[in-house]
């Protein structure tokens, strides 16, 4: 997805282009104000905005994001500084006002934000993550260490999409990863710390993928972008060279230039602080990566031989390993044997299938290792000794289904029935049950609750699919085909009879909330388990390299106690983590809607977007917001905040709380279908109601401001007098030659005497008052002296009023 971050283009509200004196509808701006609620309708509306190039669309607060496949022309400084500070219902709906409400709830209300990015994958996820980041940037204040967060902030996004983001059958730029980024302020609203948390990374794409798709980008940026001297250090060559490239037949992405890529990430290395040595070390172990894959086995006596030798060398070079190490640990392994009380450690000779299995368990430990790394080096750049507030990004890979869905499926679809679960619990099922607890009339309404699917998954008793899992690889000692067979076994006797899960001879089926996925059993156990054999460690501490042996600090001589920790009981407590972070943020929500399959613009599948509606629940998400309140405050709250609204509430209202709310909506005449009274809390209905609160009271900020304007610069220029009249008493003092006694003297202006000479009196009125009078010589413009009528020669009166 390629959203186009330069240029602008004006728009009316609501759905209208502004074109000349023509006025263009593109359906509603938000779908509460549909006439008809259902699903046929919803995609129509979605439908009529798309093709007018209209992405984003409101359900109330929430914001409904389609893909457009195409570069959109609205994300340009003007943008920011229409959206920036304004109300949602003033300008058409847009990512940036999501941002901008985030940022603002954050800087009124001092409490913790996040947004949840969720859809399919391709919906456009990724991308509309980066925007928000981008405009937060953008908006909030300045400053040397702010700025080097902010670009830490912005540079993490190429960084960490080279080493986590690939190609797939349904998205070019998918996220293999998961990732929920804290952005941390100080109380003035600067960005100046922030927290990356990274989710089960895709680690099985290093060694196999589904044809058509590609590995991780690094490996083809770095193959394209690498100089001269960089390609003879590392052995680079073509990339139909490297059998982990190969594979599947992909190389090249339309919209993705790799080599400029390849200076991107480098640059984002820069940004981020990464030394040089390790930057080298970097790309010297993406290298190392791709040439462990060319390594290949072969049959010896029904055990596992190096096939080439000289296969072994590079790896070993750029690995700093011993070669005949390197070939020793992928052929044989060493195990652990208890006979009665002694525990001894004998060596086992691999087989072909076995050898190809370590030699790939090698290779995705390198690239996740590493992957952790950059993720360590951002968070190191950003680290905060002390949190204030924060905004979370959370930017997860997008539900998937595929011809054939494995293990990693399995636990990203796990991921989002989370998250789905989520916004069920607070935009459905919390918000209904608020208003049967505060008492407000309320009809309820139906909607299907996911977490029957999240328990039939993650559940300990009775056991969940994930809980058979973890007790079948706890008794596997080898790879097998066997354990995915027991494993399927066990889940036909003890959870079949379960709606939501049905059995087939290869797999399993689950009823997501998403649609049904079938789960093929292959290589289940395995991936699970996710084992680094303790050779493999060893082998990569024995590294003359020092970075590489800092990335396994295991200690293998400490005791194990319990069951090795699996995948998936890592994926599960990561994602109930994630779940009881996000629950205490103010959560805010993007639904992401891929239009159609073929990735191109104005494109329109009707059935594919009908099928994502439904399972999105935007029905009863429009339901639920239209018979509810768009705002609500316990009554404290409110009061503190809209207290200067009038004589009685500022600074403090004395006396009972509801009843003070009611001074208060009275006092700018909200009408009474507009709100409702609970228990503890205020719900006021439309946001234009709410919006009517906020505008009386900038009103009368503004005007306590002027007032405290207006006193101030009396203040200042009565100062700035005082001043400048002492700065002239002491220019003067005791440098006047002649009359030196006459200053600080009392001002008298007539120095002409004229109460003791009545012949000049005469030339004034009776109540004529005489402000300065002296003797002066006038010329004429012929340079000859004249004199004043009744004047003494050379003299003639002045004065302020009637000066010649």
């Known amino acids: 997805m390629k959203w186009n971050t330069q240029g602008s283009k004006h728009r009316g509200h609501y759905g209208y282009h502004w074109q000349s004196h023509n006025v263009k509808l593109s359906g509603v701006d938000d779908m509460v104000l549909l006439s008809k609620i259902n699903e046929d309708a919803i995609v129509d509306n979605l439908k009529k905005r798309y093709m007018d190039d209209y992405i984003f669309t409101y359900i109330g607060p929430v914001l409904i994001s389609v893909n457009p496949f195409k570069q959109m022309p609205y994300f340009g400084e003007k943008e920011v500084e229409m959206y920036q500070g304004a109300a949602q219902y003033e300008n058409p709906p847009h990512i940036y006002a999501l941002a901008d409400n985030m940022y603002r709830n954050m800087m009124i209300d001092r409490e913790n934000q996040c947004v949840i990015i969720s859809g399919e994958s391709g919906a456009g996820k990724t991308v509309a993550a980066k925007y928000i980041m981008s405009y937060i940037s953008r908006v909030s204040g300045g400053g040397d260490k702010v700025q080097h967060v902010k670009d830490i902030i912005l540079q993490s996004n190429p960084l960490l999409e080279a080493f986590g983001n690939a190609k797939t059958l349904r998205n070019n730029n998918s996220s293999r990863f998961g ?12 960005p100046d710390g922030g927290k990356i948390s990274n989710f089960l990374l895709e680690k099985s794409r290093v060694v196999m993928r589904n044809p058509g798709e590609r590995s991780f980008h ?10 001269g001297e960089q390609k003879s250090s590392l052995g680079i060559t073509s990339l139909d060279y490297y059998t982990y490239l190969n594979q599947s037949g992909s190389y090249k992405v339309d919209d993705i230039d790799d080599k400029s890529d390849f200076k991107e990430t480098m640059h984002a290395m820069d940004v981020i602080g990464i030394s040089a040595e390790d930057h080298s070390m970097v790309l010297q172990i993406v290298a190392g990566v791709l040439h462990l894959g060319n390594i290949s086995f072969r049959e010896s006596g029904n055990y596992a031989a190096v ?25 044989s392994r060493k195990m652990d044997s208890k006979w009665g009380s002694t525990l001894e450690t004998i060596d086992v000779t691999l087989n072909v299938e076995q050898a190809c299995y370590t030699r790939d368990a090698l290779s995705k430990a390198l690239h996740s290792r590493v992957f952790d790394f950059l993720v360590e080096s951002i968070n190191k750049a950003m680290v905060k000794d002390q949190q204030e507030i924060n905004i979370g990004v959370l930017d997860i890979y997008g539900f998937e289904i595929f011809q054939k869905n494995g293990f990693e499926q399995f636990c990203i679809n796990f991921v989002n029935e989370k998250l789905q679960q989520i916004f069920i619990e607070l935009t459905l099922k919390a918000e209904q049950e608020e208003y049967v607890q505060e008492g407000i009339k309320w009809t309820p309404i139906e909607y299907f609750n996911n977490k029957i699917v999240c328990d039939l998954i993650e559940s300990k008793s009775p056991p969940g699919i994930m809980c058979i899992l973890d007790d079948v690889c706890a008794t ?10 027991t494993m399927l076994q066990k889940l036909r006797m003890q959870i079949n009879t379960h709606e939501h899960f049905n059995s087939w001879n290869q797999g399993f089926i689950i009823h997501h909330y998403a649609g049904k996925v079938s789960y093929d059993a292959e290589g289940f156990c395995e991936r699970n388990r996710d084992v680094l054999f303790t050779d493999l460690i060893e082998l990569m501490q024995s590294s003359e390299i020092g970075f590489i042996r800092r990335l396994f600090p295991e200690n293998l001589n400490a005791d194990k106690k319990g069951r090795p920790t699996t995948a998936g009981s890592k994926i599960k407590k990561q994602a109930n983590d994630l779940v009881s972070t996000l629950m205490k943020c103010t959560p805010h929500y993007i639904r992401c809607i891929k239009p159609n399959e ?18 999105l629940g935007l029905k009863e998400n429009i339901r639920v917001r239209r018979a509810g309140y768009a705002y609500r405050r316990v009554f404290r709250k409110f009061l503190n905040r809209y207290a200067i609204l009038t004589k009685e509430s500022w600074p403090t209202w004395r006396g009972d709380e509801k009843q003070g709310v009611l001074h208060l909506l009275r006092s700018v005449n909200m009408d009474q279908d507009q709100f409702q009274l609970g228990r503890t809390k205020i719900f006021i209905k439309a946001p234009e109601s709410l919006f009517l609160l906020e ?37 003067l003092l005791n440098r006047k030659e002649r009359r030196r006694h006459s200053l600080n003297r009392n001002f008298i202006g007539d120095y002409l005497g004229m109460d003791d000479r009545p012949e000049l009196r005469q030339f004034l009125g009776k109540r004529e008052k005489i402000d300065f009078a002296d003797k ?21 009166k002045y004065g302020c009023r009637d000066c010649s």
């Open 179 to 190: 990732k929920y980024f804290e952005i941390q302020f100080s109380s003035g609203g600067e």
């Open 218 to 227: 690094i490996f083809y940026q770095l193959i394209e972008g690498a100089s």
């Open 598 to 615: 073929t990735k191109k613009p104005r494109d329109w599948e009707e059935s594919r977007v009908k099928h994502q509606v439904e399972y």
């Open 776 to 796: 002066v010589t006038k010329y004429d413009r012929r340079f000859k002296v004249s004199i004043g009528p009744g004047l003494p020669k050379n003299t003639r």
């Open 476 to 485: 596997m000692h080898a790879v097998g085909e066997g354990a995915d067979q």
């Open 695 to 731: 505008e009386t009271r900038e009103r009368k900020f503004d005007g306590y401001a002027r007032t405290i304007q207006k006193a101030w610069r009396k203040y200042v220029a009565r100062k700035k007098y005082v001043q400048m009249r002492e700065e002239a008493s002491d220019l």
């Open 307 to 331: 096939e080439s030798e000289e296969f072994l060398a590079f790896p070993a070079f750029l690995l700093g390993i011993d070669q005949d190490r390197l070939k020793e640990k992928l052929t």
